[in-house]
């Protein structure tokens, strides 16, 4: 049997203890409630921790990133408060090939501008609307066990196009509000040797995490962004000796770069 996926829930962890309408939808916190989700559709595939903004090192000390796989974010009142010094730490960790799914209000963390390179501003509204998210990428392993064309949520936060993303990988969720707007809200991306998954429903008045769709594409995304493939060779590197002998016998001056 393969060793289980080492999986690290981070959560900023403020409205559920500030306001007393999320902490009834969340009690042990979102990162407690996606945390028992993957639990009960995983079971022992993965070993699961989860991090909060006040720990030190908000949860995310070099030894606890370097040993997780994949990387799930939700942080919505307090992206500023996060250190730069760790923002660049996870983009390291993420080419090297750790996954990071970037739930909901993420889109404007500084980790996911950070590796989108783009402003990730998006419309919104909060009106408890409507949503229906069509899936557009049926073969998708993200889409895995969804078993019609499209899923409702019944109150949501509205996000509206324009989403500033550079042009995703993959589109897998594409989704329509009873107020008009509709929004790419499954896309994938790949920086480095890292998957990288964007996924909207989940504002924290709305008890979306508890809805068995999303709990169903969480657990698929976790197991879509695990560490694949060869290894990772993303630093820069000088070959003073080539692999097999060159023939310049033909270049008129090869030293020219040593001018540099
Ligand atoms: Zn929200």
Partial sequence: MSSPLRVTIWNEFIHERLLPQVSAIYPQGIHGTIAAA????????VQLRTATLDQPEHGLDA????STDVLLW???????????????????RVWQGMGLIALHSAHNSKIFRRLMGTSCTLRWREAGE?????????????????????????????????????????????????????????????????????????????PIYHDANVQR??????QWAAPSG??????????VEPLSPIDSSH??????????
Wanted: aromatic share 14%; with cysteine.
């Fill in 74 to 92: 939700w942080g919505h009142a307090a992206h500023d408060r996060v250190d730069d010094s760790l923002v660049e730490r996870v983009q390291r």
């Fill in 251 to 260: 270049v008129v001056d090869p030293s020219l770069h040593k001018s540099k």
């Fill in 230 to 239: 060869s290894a990772y060779f993303g630093a820069g590197r000088n070959i």
């Fill in 130 to 206: 409507r949503e229906r998210l069509w899936v557009v990428d049926p073969s998708h392993p993200i889409a895995d066990g969804l078993s019609e064309e499209y899923f409702e949520l019944r109150h949501t936060e509205m996000y509206g196009e324009f989403f500033d993303i550079p042009a995703p990988d993959e589109i897998i969720f594409i989704s329509w509000f009873e107020g008009g707007e509709v929004f790419r809200s499954g896309c994938t991306f790949r920086r480095g040797k890292g998957k990288i998954f964007y996924f909207r429903p989940g504002h924290e008045t709305f």
């Fill in 38 to 45: 993957l639990r009960q559709k995983l079971g022992d595939a």
């Fill in 217 to 222: 594409v969480l657990a698929n995304a976790v």
């Fill in 63 to 66: 030894a606890t990133l370097d």
